[in-house]
């Protein structure tokens, strides 16, 4: 077990953390008792941003479920934030900003005033602070850095700094994350609470008094950067069993007549817990999901209870809150040098019972999953553009405040993971995709800008996202005449094929002078799509690469059908005795099943198959569900000769076509650039039948040769560091393999899984377009989870079958894997590719489509009102270095710039990097920057000079002026204006249908 003691020295470094609030700010921590064991009871209310109803109901209370879940948020704050004002020793904790920001929204200035007063004072504090408590899981670092920073930017701007977040309250997500609780502590926070881990791994650190204990949250920081105390409750974050005083609780009431009896029972549950820690404090909760609709019932019955032990011996029972908490704690260790254990790893897989391991919500609503990847895509993009933007003279971003909000809601841990009502997710879907399309016109008058020659000229390209591409539906690119704008979102030049639904079978392609000509291919669509009632799927499809796109830049294609015969269309053909594709650098073959074979990636070759597989949910007992991946033995091959095998070889790609069975098509691509060191697997499976047992669907990549991984093998954490993995092993407990051999070793792959031989130094990558579940289940076998149809509920609350469908039939979903391999050298590295890959997927250039057959938009008119390309920076960055964030921030701009590497990857890239800002931008000059905590709402420090100078994994945020004049802040929707939180509305049954749009995703 990797364990160590912390000494008075090191814990000075994990709570040095420089405070993010005022000295006016007050804490409104209680007197501790030195003679007496401290109870901290801190009153919460844990409110899912959406789960059994969606985000709109659980605020206004409507759509009743279950008496549990009856109660609005709108009354619990207004019941709370007046109990709390009629005593000044009560104390309640804030966590849901989309919540509090809805409600702050209807409040008089009195009310507001008031809510500032007890936050100044301490009496209600703010905690975690994002937009929801997001996921750890399948949410990806981007994503949760943007929903805290948000989160905070809304609270700095209602409540005042005496409301920045010191505490992470991370409590119902299901497993936790190192880089998660690395993000935490790049926040400034001073501790973590944590509420979810496996059942052994909670009895043994009660055994052993651990429930305090210091989280080395990344290997590649300094020890005080990378330290966070961290804590968790001794039992659920729920009231006490007969202590629950809510609107649907049913236990008595603490009164004079049976204060001294109710105390003694309370006392009993103390006795236990005082047992599970080292110091003389005890983190108790007292709440519920959605609590404290009745807060004068709640606060009053509390009141008794630590008036009921105000003379104990033993106990000393206060109101807190966790930052009380963690600053007693951190007293009392650092004054009696007490040591407490260090974790190294995460709190992966999560099992709440026997055989009930939380994995199968990795791979939950496979589509959803990528639908949330589009929009974070869509927001970077949109974020930089209006940056550019502004610095013309335009405050164009306001647009993309809702879907800052949509992309925050997402991440909830009930919302990305897929463990919501089929209603919720609905709505979630309808969020997001009605915040995509609100920034669409605006985002296309900026790029129309940016590219026009003529800045006084007002001409508006009409650009769409093509969200539907995948099932080859896009209005636009079927016209006679269309424009391509492309927008890349990363700080270095990339080369992208785009792929477009279309008709024709011969088009003219005019993009930027140093493109040269376009070459291109035309292609038979995956699939017909016949099943589609609202939309009309092109029967081909056009593939064309676009060059070195410039970072953080635009390129403009204009694309028109030509009646002439092609031979550029690459119709799919019986494969006959073709077995080879691509070239001796990359390339693969297949076997007389029509299977993979071997891949050659940078002329090694290496044997490797590639298979569907299944495994049926177990039905009874615990049933596998929306939660819990339980399978009912081992996987099941699909088949084990295709049904259909054809080809296609063009000019940019070679594509073999195969269809496994009803349920399962797929395409293999290599492309023919010699960078593109990787396979591509376009996967679409669905209308999955099921009778009695669910049907969980995986792909497989074996080598069919020596290799030995010793039952090892990595995923990333969050997108972000590298987590090693060992089959049937926990560091901190001991498991039994033999309960549940399969689930028990899934993991979440958030973009990347690795298997490595170290003998041969091969290393093998498969990477995801979505979050999903995989596992390496034996030597040189990778397994990714695609898509999942159950048949009955896991019973952890939904109450509700995972069973998705659209069209009257099962759902399909539609993706992508890529697979890539190297050795291991001392001055290369596999990992140089796959971070650059997994980077290239993530923020993908931007395709927008606009419809060029009007008369002011003939090639030549085009040509002569814009320009076809716009550079934003003067150069690329170097490999290692990224521009996380660019934005308009208040004021000023937010910039946020990233190093990729972890240490020791790579001989030249894992070591420091410099990224020179002046005249870095080619729209503006810095002429003012300072430095901000991560989530940019610390106070800014002054930085000297524009260099920086960026360690391996670090990320350092700033704000900047330019030598442009700055537009005001932008308007977030507080009270007066129009709240973009206020539009993300209920579900409809129009909604209904319009999110059936997205589920092939």
Not at 275 to 303: E, R, V, W
Not at 350 to 368: C, N, Q, V
Not at 426 to 443: F, G, R, S, V
Request: hydrophobic share 35%; charged share 30%.
């Amino acid at each position: 077990m990797l364990k160590g003691f912390v000494f008075l020295v090191n814990f000075y470094f994990v709570f040095a953390t420089p405070s993010l609030r005022a000295s006016t700010c007050t804490s409104g921590c209680d007197k501790l008792s030195e003679e007496k064991i401290n109870v901290h009871i801190v009153p919460h209310s844990h409110d899912d941003v959406g789960r059994l109803k969606t985000y709109d109901e659980y605020y206004t209370g409507t759509g009743k479920f279950d008496s549990a879940e009856d109660a609005g948020v709108k009354y619990i704050l207004d019941s709370t934030i007046q109990a709390l004002s009629k005593n000044k020793d009560r104390r309640f904790v804030q966590v849901e900003t989309a919540f509090f920001f809805k409600w702050w929204n209807d409040q008089n200035q009195e009310t507001r005033d008031l809510v500032k007063n007890l936050v100044n004072e301490g009496r209600l504090e703010m905690i975690n602070g994002g937009w929801s408590m997001n996921d750890e899981a399948t949410a990806h670092y981007h994503s949760i850095i943007d929903q805290f920073t948000w989160g905070f930017r809304i609270l700095e701007e209602t409540v005042g700094e005496c409301g920045r977040p010191k505490i992470g309250w991370q409590i119902d997500p299901y497993g936790h994350s190192r880089e998660h609780a690395s993000i935490v502590k790049q926040l400034g926070f001073d501790g973590l609470v944590v509420g979810r881990l496996d059942y052994r791994d909670k009895a043994k650190r009660i055994q052993e008094k651990n429930l305090d204990f210091i989280w080395n949250t990344n290997d590649n920081f300094e020890e005080e950067d990378a330290k966070i105390f961290t804590t968790m409750f001794p039992d659920f974050y729920v009231d006490e069993t007969g202590f629950c005083f809510d609107v649907y609780c049913n236990d008595q009431n603490i009164t004079d007549d049976n204060l001294e009896e109710r105390v003694k029972t309370y006392k009993v549950i103390l006795d236990k817990y005082k047992d599970y820690y080292k110091t003389s404090n005890i983190l108790i909760p007292m709440g519920q999901d959605f609590g404290y609709q009745k807060a004068d019932k709640n606060f009053d019955n509390i009141d008794k209870l630590i008036k009921g032990f105000k003379d104990d011996d033993t106990y000393n029972v206060i109101y807190s809150t966790p930052s009380c908490y963690i600053q007693a704690v951190k007293d009392e260790v650092e004054k009696n040098k007490i040591e407490l254990t260090v974790k190294t790893d995460d709190f992966f897989p999560y099992a709440s019972k026997d055989h009930s391991f939380w994995t199968g919500y990795f791979s939950s609503r496979p589509t959803a999953k990528r639908f949330e990847r589009v929009g974070n895509n869509i927001l970077q993009s949109a974020k930089q553009l209006t940056t550019f933007s502004r610095i013309k003279g335009n405050d164009d971003d306001v647009s993309i405040n809702k879907l800052r909000m949509a992309m925050g809601v997402w991440q909830h841990h009930d919302a990305i993971t897929g463990t919501e009502k089929q209603a919720v997710a609905d709505d979630y879907t309808l969020m997001l995709d009605e915040a995509i399309k609100d920034t669409e016109k605006p985002l296309s008058k900026i790029v129309s800008g940016l590219l026009v020659k003529d800045d006084s000229a007002s001409v508006d390209l009409n650009l769409v996202n093509c969200l539907r591409a995948n099932m080859s539906i896009c209005d636009n690119s079927k016209k006679d005449r269309f424009v391509v704008a492309i927008q890349n979102p990363l700080s270095k030049n990339v080369s992208h094929y785009v792929r477009l639904p279309v008709d024709n079978e011969n088009y003219k392609i005019t993009g930027p002078e140093d493109d040269g000509d376009i070459t291109f291919d035309i292609f038979d669509t995956i699939h017909p799509f016949d099943f589609v009632t609202d939309g009309e799927p092109a029967t081909k499809e056009l593939v064309f690469l676009a060059k070195d796109l410039p970072p953080l830049g635009v390129k403009l294609y204009y694309v028109e059908k030509i009646d002439d015969a092609s031979d550029k269309y690459r119709k799919f053909e019986d494969i006959a005795d073709v077995k080879s594709f691509g070239d001796d650098n990359n390339g693969f073959t297949i076997d007389d099943n029509g299977k993979l074979a071997t891949v050659t990636i940078n002329g090694k070759l290496v044997n490797l198959q590639q298979d569907f597989l299944y495994y049926k949910g177990m039905a009874s007992d615990q049933a596998s569900g929306a939660y819990i991946f339980r399978p009912d033995g081992s996987a099941i091959p699909i088949n084990e000769k295709l049904t259909t095998v054809k080809y296609a070889q063009g000019s940019l790609v070679d594509e073999v076509y195969q269809v496994f069975d009803d349920e399962i098509t797929q395409i293999i691509k290599v492309y023919k650039e010699e960078e593109d060191s990787y396979l591509e697997f376009d996967w679409l499976v669905g209308n999955l039948q099921v009778d009695s047992e669910g049907k969980e669907i995986i792909t497989r990549f074996t080598i069919i040769e020596a290799f030995e991984n010793n039952e090892i093998f990595y995923t990333d954490g969050n997108g972000r560091q590298q987590m090693k993995r060992i089959r049937n092993k926990r560091n901190d407990y001991s498991y039994d393999d033999t309960e549940e051999p399969i689930s028990s070793n899934y993991y979440p792959v958030t973009n990347r899984i690795v298997i490595r031989d170290e003998s041969t130094k091969l290393e093998l990558a498969v990477l995801t377009d979505r979050p999903q579940g995989g596992s390496s289940l034996d030597k040189g076998v990778v397994e990714l989870m695609v898509h999942r149809r159950d048949t009955k509920d896991d019973e952890i609350g939904v109450a509700e079958v995972l069973n998705e469908q659209q069209y009257n039939k099962g759902l399909y979903a539609r993706g992508q894997h890529y697979l890539t391999f190297g050795k291991l050298e001392p001055e290369t590295s596999p990992v140089t590719f796959e971070r650059d890959l997994a980077r290239r997927n993530l923020l993908a250039p931007v395709v927008l489509v606009g419809d060029a057959t009007g008369d002011g938009f003939t090639l030549e008119k085009v040509q002569a009102t814009f320009n076809f390309k716009f550079e934003a920076l003067s150069k690329s960055l170097d490999d290692n270095v990224h521009i996380l964030t660019l934005e308009p921030w208040k004021d000023s701009y937010l910039l946020r710039l990233e190093h990729i590497f972890e240490k020791n990857e790579d001989a030249t890239l894992s070591t420091d990097a410099e990224v020179d800002l002046e005249n870095l931008f080619t729209q503006f000059n810095i002429t003012e920057l300072k430095s901000v905590t991560l989530g940019a709402n610390g106070d800014p420090g002054t930085v000297e000079g524009l260099k920086v100078t960026l360690k391996p994994m670090e990320i350092k945020s700033f704000v900047f002026i330019t030598d442009k004049e700055n537009k005001g802040g932008h308007d977030i929707g507080i009270r007066g204006t129009s709240s973009s939180a206020q539009a993300l509305t209920s579900l409809t049954l129009l909604t209904l249908l319009i999110s059936v749009f997205y589920s092939v995703f």
